[in-house]
């Protein structure tokens, strides 16, 4: 054992800067590279590594001290015969250690090789890889870091499954996936319950499987240990859910350890911030002053700090008037409300009213019914639609774009997807149809169909709900003369699509009947100017009204 003394290394241009955080106490074992303290100078603050393993005997500074290049922080008794820093007079003392050391280990390897059973060992491990072995079944990936709840399980410990046997279903935000087995085999045990929220890679059971594992399903045994502890533990997701039901407790909670420098801290305070509610972005969760800047400008921009001004609707008892029921609301319809509601509130909504003369358009459909019925395909108006919008979305790409939190720019896209609002009994869902500008008539028709039975089944992946530029909400089928959707942002505009109607229009000096669709298209005002508005919405009338321009 030794001591060594560990010094602040090379600051470059700084010359004093300040101890801003300790990160180790006396008596504590450090490993190579473990940060010891933090120093902070005008323009950043860094972390300072151990430059071996030891344990802490002494800690020379204290936080606020000023240090330089050179100056001692604390010591480490260091394990060892002396390791990197022993002296040059002490190296010759340990060479015959050394060498008898190694004299061990070549005399330990001569009689492991001079042993014939070790070699035979190999030979058994295929015969064990033949009999059942256990192996832990995880959650494939979802598309997304999200952490997803379960809404439902379908088998038991004890019970025998086959490959593809649904295991769980899990629910997104608008969604419902069921998870199958990549095995078959027997349940030894279950490591998740309804309620638990999971995400790629969780383990989800054990099972007994019939089969070795394939390569892909091997895995070091300390990682499907630690995976299979992840379920039963579950701290996380415990938190997450205490923080959103107790939000005002969790805004205040001084328990939570907060990683930030006296200078950060100062400018918390002048600007009124509360530092547990600001996420760091610094080394290990840091708070720096940026973080402090971005969430002050995100409250700003963010309609949501005011709400807290706004009165809730009181609750009434109406069992006073007569009969009532209280019936829970899906999770789903939750969601969408919570959204809505977003949406309505940060996006300065401007709606433009159109009709769009379809009497041609509807003319063509209908002659194409017989080659739909060859192709059994349901030829609606919507492909129609989604093919005017994207070739507008081509034409003011202005419409293609989502605002930057900051407001400093927008992302221009140049891709065309387009969300299709569908309603489902569980509530509204938004299935995507990707790069509707490269595709045909039929193709869309085709997609379509399929994206809206999936919805209607609750089997849409998440990767089909994300990525759109625009969408359209039609209800046709329902009737109305028009309505205002509501903007689904990120996205900075929304087409709302009402029934046909039958028209007198002043045509050749004479009215004649014709086709008339109410259109409505609402846009975020500070992506989106009032001329644009009005551009977009003729344009898309001159579209639907002569379905050639869609050649063009």
Not at 65 to 89: K, N, Y
Not at 290 to 305: L, T, W
Request: contains cysteine; hydrophobic residues 40%.
């Amino acid at each position: 054992m030794s001591i060594e003394n560990i010094k602040v290394p090379d600051l470059g241009d700084a010359s004093e800067v300040e101890v801003i955080e300790l990160l180790v106490s006396v008596g504590q074992s450090v490993e190579e590279n473990d940060s010891l303290l933090v120093l902070e100078s005008d323009k950043a603050a860094m972390e300072i590594p151990a430059p071996m393993a030891g344990v802490v005997k002494s800690i020379s500074v204290n936080l606020g001290d000023q240090v330089s290049t050179g100056s001692e922080m604390l010591s480490l008794e260091v394990a060892g015969d002396g390791g990197t820093d022993s002296t040059p007079a002490e190296e010759p003392a340990e060479e015959p250690a050394q060498k008898k050391e190694a004299e061990e280990s070549e005399t330990t390897e001569k009689k492991s090789a001079d042993k014939p059973v070790k070699a035979e060992e190999p030979a058994a491990e295929p015969a064990a890889a033949s009999s059942p072995s256990s192996q832990t079944i995880e959650v494939p990936d979802l598309g997304t870091d999200d952490e997803i709840e379960i809404i439902e399980i379908h088998i038991k410990e004890k019970d025998t499954i086959a490959v593809d046997d649904v295991l769980i279903t899990l629910e997104s935000d608008k969604a419902a996936m069921d998870v199958p087995s990549p095995h078959a085999g027997v349940i030894e045990s279950l490591l998740v319950k309804v309620g638990d929220k999971v995400k790629t890679g969780s383990a989800i059971a054990k099972v007994l499987a019939d089969a070795p594992a394939t390569k892909e399903e091997a895995k070091p045994a300390a990682q499907k240990a630690a995976t299979a502890e992840e379920p039963e533990s579950k701290p996380e997701p415990e938190r997450e859910s205490e923080a959103a039901a107790q939000p005002a407790a969790a805004s205040t909670d001084s328990t939570k350890k907060v990683y930030a420098g006296p200078a950060v801290r100062k400018l918390a305070r002048e600007l009124g911030v509360d530092l547990t509610q600001v996420t760091g972005s610094g080394a290990k969760s840091r708070i720096i002053k940026e973080d402090v800047q971005a969430f002050v400008k995100s409250r700003i921009n963010s309609p949501a700090g005011q709400s807290a001004a706004v009165a809730a609707v009181p609750d009434i008892d109406f069992s006073k008037f007569g009969e009532v029921e209280q019936v829970q609301r899906s999770k789903l319809h939750k969601l969408t409300s919570v959204n809505m509601q977003r949406n309505w509130n940060s996006v300065p909504h401007v709606a433009q009213f159109n009709e769009a003369d379809v009497t041609d358009l509807e003319e063509f459909r209908a002659e194409l019914k017989g080659e739909a019925e060859q192709r059994d395909v349901k030829l609606t108006f919507l492909p129609f639609l989604l093919k005017a919008c994207a070739k507008a979305l081509t034409e003011y790409p202005q419409f293609n774009v989502s605002l930057h939190s900051s407001g400093e720019y927008v992302i221009q896209k140049k891709y065309v997807h387009i969300g299709m609002a569908v309603a489902t009994e569980a509530g509204l869902v938004v299935p995507v149809i990707r790069n509707v500008d490269q595709k045909t008539i039929w193709q869309l028709a085709e997609e379509v169909i399929e994206l809206s039975n999936k919805a209607k089944n609750r089997k849409l992946t998440t990767d089909e709900m994300q990525g759109a530029c625009f969408t359209i909400s039609s209800l046709g089928a329902i009737g109305g003369t028009g309505f205002i959707p509501i903007v689904n942002a990120p996205e900075v505009a929304i087409l709302g699509v009402g029934k046909t109607d039958i028209k007198p229009v002043y045509i050749g000096g004479e009215f004649v009947p014709r086709k008339i669709l109410p259109i409505t298209l609402s846009y975020d005002h500070k992506a989106v100017n009032g001329v644009d508005g009005g551009l977009f919405a003729t344009y898309l009338g001159k579209l639907l009204g002569d379905v050639r321009h869609l050649a063009l």
